[in-house]
């Protein structure tokens, strides 16, 4: 039961998001741009101004690395023994290897093992948004019949607003510039707010979401790869990671969430199945209320 309440406050506040969606038909646009260009950067120039860059952001991001391609793999074995065509395979792609990590995941670690573990979460949040900026975009693209270069990809990660905040962060923290203590306390409180505001958000887009008829065998394949195959493939991967148990924590239990919300956009802008990748978000989320509490028994938690 102490578990189940680690992942219900978070579900609280989707569940708001969802009500007052539905109620008031908010405009969610403004409300993500906000949070994107504004709360988001400023969170992560915080979390890496803060904490001392070390060798174990390298292995953190060696190692998601390692996880994206395991799971490429096991999905395109999958969509090959069900012969499913291009199309369909890049859709299930879009789900299986990214988590909702920021939406979701880090708010999970700051209630199940504090500011430490939460930090992590940034970290691994804007490592995930520098993958699913290339890696997904080129999965989105293959599977609508697009083409896309190697340069459009790699450009494409100099327009995620937070991998400014945390290049600054860094840059601030390497350089030894001390920002004034009242300045810093306005910046932290408004970086803080970006935390209720994307888990609103999330609940708003669940909101929008209409169920469509969909081939069950890859809604399936989704499910069992994203919230079975990624966390436990994570927990065979902390056993080679030299990094401390919180660290190996966290990145068990982030790869343990549900299909991003970003996974939804990039379905959107390329038009692949976009209605498949909408409704894996809805039902992984639904059920990581059981699987999240799960995996963090089994880490020790």
């Known amino acids: 039961m102490e578990l189940l309440m680690i992942v219900l406050p978070v579900f609280l506040i989707f569940g708001i998001g969802y009500i007052s969606q539905k109620l008031l038909k908010m405009d969610i646009k403004s409300i993500s741009a906000m949070s994107l260009y504004i709360l988001l950067p400023l969170l992560t120039f915080d979390t890496f101004y803060r904490n001392e860059l070390t060798v174990d952001y390298l292995y953190l991001f060696i190692f998601s690395v390692f996880i994206t391609l395991i799971l490429i ?9 069900m012969k499913s065509s291009k199309e369909d395979v890049s ?9 909702n990590s920021g939406n979701y995941g880090a708010p999970v670690m700051l209630f199940a093992l504090g500011a430490v ?51 600054a962060g860094l840059l601030f923290q390497l350089m030894g510039i001390t920002i ?22 999330l609940g708003m887009q669940l909101a929008e979401i209409r169920k ?42 982030l790869n343990a969430m549900p299909v991003a919300a ?32 799960f995996f963090l028994y089994l880490i020790g938690i």
Do not use: C
């Not at 930090?119 to 290339?134: K, W």
């Not at 004034?180 to 935390?195: C, H, R, S, V």
């Open 73 to 81: 793999g096991i999905t395109v074995l999958a969509g090959w023994f």
């Open 91 to 99: 859709a299930i792609l879009l789900g299986t290897l990214f988590p």
């Open 117 to 167: 573990a939460f930090d992590y979460a940034i970290v691994l949040m804007v490592l995930h948004g520098f993958i699913i900026s290339t890696v997904g975009i080129f999965i989105a693209s293959f599977g609508s019949g697009g083409t896309i270069s190697v340069k459009d990809a790699i450009l494409s990660i100099f327009r995620i607003p937070v991998i400014y905040g945390a290049a």
């Open 180 to 201: 004034d203590e009242k300045l810093m306390d306005i910046l932290q409180m408004t970086g803080n707010a970006a935390i209720p505001v994307v888990m609103l958000i």
């Open 212 to 253: 469509e008829n969909f081939e069950l065998r890859n809604i399936n394949a989704v499910v069992l790869i994203r919230m079975v195959v990624s966390p436990i493939a994570a927990m065979v991967l902390v056993m080679f990671m030299p990094v401390d148990e919180t660290m190996k924590m966290v990145f068990i239990i």
């Open 262 to 293: 970003n996974s939804t956009m990039l379905a959107v802008q390329f038009n692949v199945k976009p209605n498949l990748v909408s409704f894996s978000t809805l039902v992984t989320t639904l059920l990581s209320l059981l699987t999240i509490p």
